[in-house]
């Protein structure tokens, strides 16, 4: 299916040429003419699928007759509702809105907290038509009566599994209260929990329920592997890791802030470029970390869970889980910020003994087995383990398969490895 084949006006078309987009993803060949048709949607897809434009683009075609550019607020009403888990997620949605909308003067604007409420509100007054919003910093202005909600025809809960864990449903009940009853509604969730489904059964309706193949968690592009690792020996091993094997690009999960920003230290400490960015940040602090890291400035960035949600990081060559994640499906999330756009990647999991109870779920979701692969000198029965030191010659720790194991026992595995001499510890 090809662009021209959706239903979308030429000035559309012309904005995704600029952009480079040569053909509709899976989700979007999918939801874009539903959408269009004015059903509500119900969409299974995780970041990376292309699923923001998904729903911009049918919300930009659908609001485009009524696009003016008069300079009356009155002809500016908020027409499109979309609502986001996080600042970084609800920022690259606005600023993907604002490519799509290029050619057609249809105004945006996105509003989330942690920022001066005051810098948001003349904007708001002058008008725009499609909001993207963290739920609360919307209640906030709701309250303050600096906005009208009182004309959204479009309604869009971006990544709404993550909106629930991180308990915005009150937040969320109470702005679908405020809306007109008449109007359209997209929803999309990379997993559906019986909340979620609880949550869609009750305001939309009829929809129709959309997937695309769930990327990444099965995809053949992103090699997964498993170092077992002693508990004092984790931060030594993903430095010899990242220095053996010259990583770059890594986007390492913590569970914890506080683990977040000590790897980073420790990163800094071995010399390595690495931020931190996490929910103590200030907003500043996260904008300028995951700029470093697009850029490559820094090489690794760590990051927990909530604040990596819906970072659009395209490509990513390395995942790291420093610490495996307690929810399975964290995990394909995770893993998902890899091997995007037909790119391999990689999924490195470094595993304690305390947290190999958290490995049968995630293999159960995945379905299949992570290949376990112990690095000498910090696998868990490890007789001395070394602290790092800067390596003098380039001490490879990458095992080369020798064949493809399946589930072994993890001995036997490593049997299955050759270390290279360097490898010495
Ligand atoms: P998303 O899943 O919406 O966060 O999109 C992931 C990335 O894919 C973003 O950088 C988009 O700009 C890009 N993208 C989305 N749709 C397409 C497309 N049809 N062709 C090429 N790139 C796309």
Not at 241 to 261: D, H, M, P, Y
Not at 365 to 380: A, H
């Amino acid at each position: 299916m090809a662009f021209t084949d959706l239903g979308l006006r030429p000035e559309i078309l012309n904005a995704l040429t600029v952009l480079g987009y040569v053909e509709p993803s899976p989700i979007q060949s999918a939801v874009i003419p539903v959408a269009l048709q004015g059903h509500d949607v119900l969409a299974a897809a995780q970041t990376g699928t292309g699923k923001t434009a998904g729903f911009a683009l049918p919300i930009i075609e659908k609001l485009a007759p009524q696009a003016s550019t008069s300079t009356s607020p009155a002809r500016h009403p908020i027409r499109a509702l979309i609502l986001a888990p996080t600042r970084e997620l609800a920022i690259q949605v606005e600023e993907s809105i604002k490519a799509y909308c290029k050619y057609v003067p249809l105004r945006s604007l996105c509003v989330y907290g942690g920022v001066n409420i005051d810098t948001q509100i003349p904007v708001l007054k002058n008008g725009v038509e499609i909001l993207v919003a963290t739920p609360g910093r919307l209640l906030d202005h709701v309250q303050n009566k600096t906005l009208s909600l009182s004309q959204v025809s479009m309604l869009v809960l971006d990544e709404a599994d993550r909106m629930l864990d991180m308990g915005f449903m009150p937040d969320l009940k109470r702005i679908i209260g405020l809306l007109p009853e008449k109007r359209q509604n997209l929803m999309f969730s990379a997993t559906f929990p019986q909340e979620i489904e609880s949550l869609a059964r009750s305001f939309l309706k009829n929809p129709q329920r959309i997937e695309v193949a769930r990327r990444n968690a099965t995809a053949e592009n992103v090699t997964q592997i498993l170092h077992p690792v002693h508990h004092e020996k984790k931060r030594a091993l993903l430095i010899h890791l990242i220095r053996s094997r010259e990583l770059k690009q890594v986007l390492v999960f913590t569970g914890t802030k506080l683990g977040a920003n000590r790897l980073a230290h420790e990163i800094n400490k071995a010399g390595i470029h690495a931020a931190a960015i996490h929910g103590d940040k200030t907003q500043q602090e996260r904008i300028k970390a995951l700029d470093e890291f697009k850029s490559g400035e820094v090489g690794i960035l760590v990051a927990t869970d909530v604040a990596a949600r819906g970072l659009d990081i395209s490509a990513l060559p390395y995942v790291v889980n420093f610490d495996l994640p307690h929810n399975p499906e964290d995990y394909v999330h995770r893993i998902g910020r890899t091997g995007r756009a037909g790119a391999s990647g990689e999924a490195i999991s470094l595993m304690t003994e305390d947290e190999a109870r958290y490995l049968k779920d995630i293999e159960k979701l995945i379905g299949k087995t992570i290949d376990q692969i112990l690095v000498p000198g910090y696998s868990p029965g490890a007789a001395q383990v070394p602290d790092y030191r800067p390596p003098a010659a380039p001490a490879i720790a990458r095992p080369v398969p020798v064949n493809a194991p399946s589930r072994r026992p993890v001995k036997q595995v490593a049997a299955l490895f050759r270390m290279p001499a360097a490898a010495k510890e």
